[in-house]
């Protein structure tokens, strides 16, 4: 068979996505002893929220569905969804839009990678790379885009507070010396970190995108306004170099994807045009659901009841059972977060390897993800060395039971990985 160049960047498995298979395939023909499966990526199931949901889903099947199931619709996105997103951003945040300032896609993952088809790689007067201003960062974010080394990422400074704790700041002299800015892109809260962009930071990276007339997209996949898992985050800024990408799924509909896009006409327009040539329109049972869920105010509410209240609790429960669980004998650290769904750990032992200690906390049943793949270049080449293979992601969106015991697993491993150090990664195995 032959591919392109872009069907062999397309067609190639990212290390992530051989975890994520490597998971799901032993999860399912697994026999016995459950496995603890603290990767997951998923919503926490939290009742109010599944509830709400399935109720509004109700009432847009029974009074839309001959209209938005039985018929074809528009690119831009359904036009109750379209005017409901105008009305809510001008009046939460007092933002001057339309409807050309709105798209709507099957999910924000693929509106990113949208972004990522226009903005960068060939044919651009200039290098036009997508530019990651702070890695780590989500690692979707490294199978966007059509070109091959088409994403390169900024290495974070790396900065240690006490002896358990540790950030990350912008390197943006480093960012500003990069001559093949085509798009930057970035999420806040971070995933894997947590991290919660501030309002000076964000209004820094928009200078750089406007000095050099670049899109900055900016991924509130766990921001606000909702799901709204942060504390400090900058609140979304409407800017003629901004795109503002927001999706329903933290808040509790990933299966559905849906998500949706606000930004400068400029950009939001060829947008649609790709949405109508490559999918024609996103799915428009759940527009119609969100567009409810916007105009009737049931989405703050149910983020501002449900939602934040049980992510708060949840990190605090799962910092607690670190800080008590944890060999205290390992030089561990966690990321100071502000939001998001995840723990970011990093072992600063010269023993430790991610993907070695996936394998051994596999062999226990307990299933993270190797910290690695968040970063676009883990070899040790860059500012951070090693740092980016001593890491490793927790989701705090398990279930509870979960969490306790496979954190209890975690800390045997740790402990046995620092009594006798740890066996190499198996290169046959999946990372």
Known sequence: MILSAAGRKMASPSGLRSIMEDIATTTANSVGERWLNLGVGNPAAIPEVTGTWQRLTGEALAADFAEVSCRYGASRGNQDLVEAVVRYFGERYGWDIGPGNVVVGPGSQLLCFIAAALFTGAGAPRPANLVLPMVPDYTGYQGLGLTPDGI???????????????????????????????????????????????????????????????????????????????????????????????????AGLPGERIGFAVGPERYIGPMVSFVANAALHAPQLVQATVARALSSGTLDELVSTAIRPFYAQRRKTVEKLLFDTLPTDVAWRLHASQGGFFCWLSVDEPWFDDLAFYQALKRKRVFVVPGRHFFTDPSGGGPLGAHPRRCFRVSISAELTALTDGIGRMAQALAEAGRDGLAPADKGQPG
Do not use: Q, W
Request: hydrophobic fraction near 35%; include cysteine; aromatic fraction near 6%.
């Open 152 to 250: 390169v990422g900024v290495e974070a400074a790396l900065h240690h507070d006490g002896d358990r704790s540790f950030g990350y700041r912008f390197d943006l002299a480093a960012l500003n010396r990069r001559d093949d800015l085509g798009l930057l892109m970035l999420s806040s809260p971070g995933n894997p970190t947590g991290r919660s962009l501030t309002t000076a930071e964000r209004d820094e990276l928009i200078d750089i995108a406007a000095h050099r007339d670049v899109p900055l997209l900016i991924d509130h996949a766990y921001g606000e306004p909702f799901p709204g898992i942060g504390d400090g985050t900058a609140a979304p800024r409407p800017h003629d170099n901004v795109i503002n990408c927001f999706t329903l799924s933290k």
